[in-house]
């Protein structure tokens, strides 16, 4: 889609997504920078996402933690020997094929995840004490509506114009 094809809706339609084009990245680098600041050392930000997820998800396997992180395997191997070697992961095979690892969280790995995620919530709840409840659910809810568009363009991706 382009201005020029559909009127003055495609237009308006153009000009916000110019503006959502400049606000992202600056939005993203701050949330990376909120977000990697743990309260304890020597946590990278994807070592933080991979607790987290594991906290809340489950055991995943090397492949599902690759899609979730969207790297390939080598990724997948620092960080997770990383995570064992700090007795944070424990590794298993699956029982009915091999190949296949499957990774789960220690008791250390939970306390780590749980410290991390408190801290967490701690940050969230002071930037919806700023913005207010009814703004923060609003954004939560633009959050989620975008999530679910973006999947379902990425599945099905619009044909592009002339």
Do not use: Y
């Not at 993203?28 to 070592?47: G, S």
């Not at 930037?127 to 207010?132: A, L």
């Amino acid at each position: 889609m382009n201005p020029t094809r559909g009127g003055e809706q495609d237009g308006r339609i153009w000009a916000l997504a110019e503006q959502v084009d400049r606000v992202l990245p600056a939005l993203a680098v701050k949330l990376m920078q909120f977000v990697k600041d743990f309260p304890v050392p020597d946590v990278t930000l994807t070592q933080a996402f991979l607790l987290h997820h594991l906290r809340h998800h489950g055991p995943c396997t090397a492949s599902m933690i690759a899609d979730l992180l969207g790297v390939t395997s080598g990724p997948v191997t620092s960080v997770t020997k990383r995570l064992m070697q700090r007795g944070l992961l424990d590794r298993r095979p699956d029982a009915k094929d091999g190949r296949v690892v499957w990774f789960s969280l220690t008791d250390a790995g939970e306390r780590l995840a749980d410290t991390l995620s408190r801290h967490s919530t701690e940050r969230w709840a002071a930037v919806i004490r700023e913005v207010g409840e009814e703004r923060a659910r609003t954004a939560l809810e633009i959050m989620g509506n975008t999530i679910r568009v973006v999947d379902r363009l990425q599945e099905n991706p619009p044909e592009a114009g002339p």
